[in-house]
């Protein structure tokens, strides 16, 4: 079962497996609804989330340490490159404003994450839960800082602090444990980035 689904009731068939490239994929049933004009206004908001991950799963670390100071201009041409490259579509490339990676990275906490010798992005992972039973996530990010790790949740959804902190207090517990267990190395914070309230919080 997929760690993200055990907040929803009942669980259906796409709940069973998630996997890195599941959760950054962007459907497009939603495009073939609508006429060409209308097509880059399509993505709904879950889908729009999912391509602010893919594009953070995506962005080069290094390019943004060699740079020094970060700038908006900076993450725009990132996010153009990946279109380049063809690792995000045009859709996706305009459903990512590069001011709201540009406030995650320049945060206390992005600040941390390019200082660290030990990054991890879209990590995937079993745990067992029971016999004969499976949870499986993906850690959107987790670095590490004198050998702990610092593991960080992204969310998109519009919700206030109290709401995200008990909507995902067991989803970032699970990955907290499957972390730790995989590495043997302690979980020095838990902590969700809101985008729409860019807010870190620490659970």
Known sequence: VAVSAMERSPITEDDVEETAE?????????????????QEHALTPA????????ALGLISYE????????SNGLILKQLDLLCEQGRLTSLEREAVRP???YRFFTSDLGQRALRSPAVRREWSFDLRAAKNAY?????????????????????????????????????LNIYAEALEKATGAKIKEKVIYSFHNTKIIEL
């Open 135 to 171: 949870l499986q996530g993906v850690i959107d990010l987790c670095f590490q800082e004198n050998g702990a790790w610092i593991l960080v949740d992204y969310k998109t959804d519009r919700a206030d602090e109290e709401e995200l902190k008990n909507r995902y207090k067991i989803q």
């Open 47 to 54: 889908e729009r989330g999912s391509a602010v991950h893919k």
């Open 63 to 70: 390019a943004l340490r060699q740079a020094g100071k970060l």
């Open 22 to 38: 599941k959760k950054r994929n962007v459907s497009r049933e939603t495009l073939l609804q609508h006429p060409r004009f209308m």
């Open 99 to 101: 001011e709201a990676l």
